[in-house]
């Protein structure tokens, strides 16, 4: 048998065997399992909100609102470095600092993520803005790259103009979030973000300016501060113009010192206790305003 004629059956074998089969009036069995298995999947109806986090605390809406935020999640680890990852050393201070506030009494509070989920870096002041909320904090851990003796905390406002070009590369890492895996997530066109720094309240600057100070001040002899602790950038996560807001880097995680006290309860307990009383100290002061 020719090669020809062997490719041509290998072909026309299988339709010429089920015509066959149909002309007989016969089928071929198919086996029944697995056939009915099927995935739903609920889905929310068009035009519902997206969900806001619970707020924990006193019940009345009258008492001030802290929106706090841990920085990164879910796909998005941020800086990582020998077993420590930024967002969870973030979440940890973050809850850190819910609990002390709700133990204390007298001010609600709101986490933009209590579990490890990736985040929009826009979704972060928007859901303070949906709250309502009275003060924003998101809560970093620094990135120095291969300068690992870089060390202390530092406290962020927002800024049309970079402080200084470390604040301005650090904007830029943090902005690039909105790109995880390749996927590029559409951000804001930079004129329309320096628009909204043009429009942001001068009232609300300042007042961001002021809970920084404060930061400082209840900090000192119990935090390890940069040397240069007060900056500013022009942070995505900064950018709601009518919350007042900063960003706490923790400290540097490419430090090895650093790393493993902000990993450490004694030092999550130190911050709580500090970043509480500057808290409950500026709403004193904006009540008596």
Do not use: C
Request: net charge negative.
């Amino acid at each position: 048998m020719s090669m020809r004629l062997q490719i041509w059956l290998i072909f026309l074998a299988p339709p010429v065997f089920l015509a066959a089969l149909y002309l007989l009036g016969l089928s071929i069995p198919v086996p029944h399992l697995g056939r009915d298995y099927v995935v739903r999947v609920a889905l929310p109806e068009a035009g519902d909100p997206v969900g806001l986090p619970t707020i924990h605390g006193p019940p009345d809406r009258s008492r001030p609102l802290v929106v706090i935020d841990p920085g990164h999640g879910g796909k998005d680890p941020g800086a990582s470095v020998e077993g420590y990852r930024e967002k969870d050393i973030a979440l940890a201070l973050a809850m850190a600092l819910r609990d002390r506030l709700v133990a204390d009494g007298g001010v609600r509070v709101a986490l933009t993520r209590e579990d490890d989920r990736f985040l929009v870096l826009d979704e972060r002041p928007e859901i303070a803005r949906r709250l309502d909320a009275d003060l924003f904090v998101s809560i970093h851990a620094d990135s120095a790259g291969e300068a690992s003796g870089a060390s202390g905390a530092s406290i962020y406002t927002l800024s049309a103009r970079a402080s200084s070009e470390a604040a301005a590369r650090f904007a830029e890492r943090e902005n690039e979030a909105d790109r995880v895996n390749g996927v590029r997530i559409e951000g804001q066109d930079a004129d329309v973000s320096a628009i909204l720094v043009e429009l942001s309240q001068r009232r609300v600057q300042e007042a961001s300016a002021e809970f920084a100070g404060l930061i400082v001040r209840e900090g000192e002899g119990e935090l390890v501060f940069h040397p240069r602790p007060r900056r500013s950038a022009a942070l995505a996560v900064l950018r709601a113009p009518d919350v007042p807001a900063v960003l706490y880097e923790a400290g540097f995680i490419t430090n090895p010192e650093d790393a493993r006290r902000l990993a450490s309860p004694e030092a999550r307990e130190r911050f709580a206790g500090v970043m509480a009383r500057a808290i409950r100290i500026y709403f004193a002061r904006q009540a008596g305003t």
